[in-house]
Each structure stands twice: as C-alpha cells, then as structure tokens.
C-alpha cells in the first residue's frame, strides 16, 4: 500500500480526522496569536511620524513571496479543519441518529458544547474582518496600507466594535476547547497534567481575546485616535 492510501485509509477514520484537526488547529493557533501581536502594534507610539502598525503591514506587502505562502498555508489549514469538523459531525449524529430526550451535561464544558455553532459564527466573522480590514470592501473609508487609520474609523462605527467585541468572546470559547482538544487528540494529555494542560487553554484563550478585544475597547474610549 502507498503512503498516500495509509494516509487516505487514517483519514477515514475518526482518530485520523481528529489528528488533522489538531495539525491545522495548531497552524491556525500560531497564526492568531502573530496576528493578535501584529495588531497591538496600533499601542505603540509613531517612529518619524509612521505609526508601527503601517511600517508592519508594508513590510508584510513588500514580502509578497512570503506573504502569498503564508496566506496558502493558512488557506489550507482552515479548509482541512472545516472539512474534518464537518465530518466528525456527520460520524457522530450518524452513530446516534435519534437525539436523547434528555441529556445533561456532566463532563463537557460550555466551550466545547458551543464549538460546533461558534465555529460556523467565526467563519462568518474571519470573512467580514478580510472584507472589512484586507480588501476594504466593508469599509466605506478605507485606504490602502494605511492600518492605522483604518482601524481607528472602523472601529469609531460602534457596532462594527460590538461585532468584534462578540465574535472574540466566541473565539476565546473556541481556542479553549481547541487548544485542549489539541493535547488529547495527539496524546500529549495524562491525568496528571490535566489541570496544567487545562489552565494553559485557558490562559492562551483568555490573552488572545483580551489582546484584540482591546483593540475596538480603546479606539472607543479614545485611547487610540
């Protein structure tokens, strides 16, 4: 058999789809937060009256090599994670075709019980933020390559904050049971790490969403003109 029908016949199975869900989900992890660290470049004061945040999205656009590779990876790693999601949905409710009458949560949390409706709302989310910060679609004034300035009037709309402000308390949801999901799904997990395992979701959650949510929070109040 050749290696890519092993890796076809892994795939088939609910092990071999969870492993390339915690593959792409560490891709997408690492990408969120170099992003969210690229973002708060919008705090740091202008270097000879070119604000950090425009120096950084230049430089990103001078490397389109880089640029466009990065962007396939990530492309690929989100489809894979949809794809997989998608399919371990349809192995689940086909193994129990008919739903409890009742069902009580014991051992799940409310981040993992929410994932299959916060990731739909998030893919919803990651398309607007490219319309409305990358092409300028959904920003009536938008300039090229001129961050800074885009930020500032898109989140002066309040709205478009709130909007922020909600989709990243889904992403917190959703990079913590991720992010946990990663560790059991390649049997990095052991009883006696769960609680470190477990906090350290927690904690790389909690910075991501407090990191972007800060964001639209001081454009509002001012902080950032």
Not at 152 to 159: A, D, E, L, N
Request: charged letters at 10%; a positive charge.
């Amino acid at each position: 058999m050749s290696s890519s029908a092993r890796v076809a016949q892994l795939y088939a199975t609910p092990v071999g789809k969870k492993a390339v869900m915690a593959v792409s989900g560490l891709v997408l992890f690492g990408f969120v937060l170099v992003h969210m660290l690229g973002n708060l470049q919008i705090f740091l004061p202008p270097k000879d009256g070119v604000h950090a945040i425009d120096a950084y999205g230049q430089a990103l656009h001078v490397n389109q090599p880089v640029l466009l590779t990065a962007r396939l990876i990530l492309l690929l790693a989100v489809g894979l994670h949809i794809l997989s999601a998608v399919k371990l949905a349809l192995l689940r409710n086909n193994a129990r075709p008919v739903a409890y009458a009742h069902s009580t949560a014991i051992a799940s949390t409310y981040a993992s019980r929410t994932m299959y409706w916060s990731g739909p709302i998030l893919a919803v989310f990651i398309v607007y933020h490219l319309l409305h910060f990358t092409t300028g679609h959904a920003h009536p004034e938008f300039q090229f390559l001129r961050v800074h300035d885009n930020v500032v009037r898109g989140f002066s709309v309040w709205y478009v904050s709130v909007f922020y402000i909600v989709a990243m308390a889904m992403l917190c949801l959703h990079l913590y049971h991720g992010v946990w999901s990663v560790f059991q799904s390649l049997g990095v997990a052991h009883p006696r790490y769960t609680p470190v395992l477990k906090l350290a979701a927690k904690a790389f959650a909690a910075v991501v969403a407090v990191g972007n949510i800060s964001i639209p929070l001081a454009v509002m109040a001012g902080v950032v003109k």
